[in-house]
């Protein structure tokens, strides 16, 4: 499972609203939504994220064994 915790911390380091996000990389609220609630996400948002945050993917997903109760 891949899980967006990351992210959340990323904008709010770079001071970037989810309202900023949406203007600077059109992403719409739903993938917004679905971002918050680690539902699949197309590779071209990954993208989109990368690129306007100026980041790697690692700094903005992690990769969770959903069998592991760990988190």
């Known amino acids: 499972m891949i899980i967006f915790d990351k992210l959340w911390k990323v904008l709010d380091e770079k001071g ?11 992403i719409d609220s739903k993938t917004i939504r679905r971002l918050k609630a680690n539902d699949n996400t197309e590779t071209k948002t990954l ?25």
């Open 16 to 26: 970037v609203s989810t309202y900023q996000l949406r203007e600077k990389c059109g």
């Open 47 to 71: 993208n989109k994220l990368c690129k306007v945050l100026d980041c790697k993917l690692e700094d903005i997903a992690t990769y969770v064994d959903e069998e592991d109760n760990s988190l």
